[in-house]
């Protein structure tokens, strides 16, 4: 089992930026992490992704350009920077771990490509 933690949501106006980090328990099962989001009434939305040893990088068109994934290997530690915040990136924002190897970095957009999930945490951005 693989432990996923985030932390770095909360209350921010439009225009600003957050740091999102999400933390494993371990990382030599794990080959990508990604993040999500999921605004009420609405279906759970790819975000970014990357690998943990090469550091391939895959982003939603959508948020190319305003976000950026990264790591910290000696930490376990996936980050999302998210800047020009709007309203509505408003959401609860999950990390999540992929055990499967494929080499195409866009394959793991899909949901059911992970094994283990965060908590989530919550981004409220003010208009």
């Known amino acids: 089992q693989v432990q996923l933690v985030e932390s770095g949501g909360g209350l921010v106006q439009a225009g600003g930026s957050l740091r999102l980090s999400c933390t494993a328990s371990?990382?030599?099962?794990?080959?990508?992490v990604g993040w999500f989001r999921q605004a009420p009434g609405k279906e759970r939305e790819f975000v970014a992704v990357?690998?943990?040893?090469?550091?391939?990088?895959y982003y939603a068109d959508s948020l190319k350009g305003r976000v950026t994934i990264s790591t910290d290997n000696a930490e376990n530690t996936v980050y999302l920077q998210m800047n020009s915040l709007k309203p509505e990136d408003t959401a609860v924002y999950y990390c999540?771990?992929?055990?499967?190897?494929?080499?195409?970095?866009?394959?793991?957009?899909?949901?059911?490509?992970?094994?283990?999930w965060g908590q989530g945490t919550q981004v409220t951005v003010s208009s």
């Open positions: 999540a771990a992929s055990r499967a190897y494929v080499h195409s970095i866009t394959w793991y957009r899909d949901t059911g490509k992970y094994d283990y």
């Open positions: 990357i690998s943990w040893s090469i550091g391939s990088t």
């Open positions: 371990r990382t030599s099962s794990t080959y990508a």
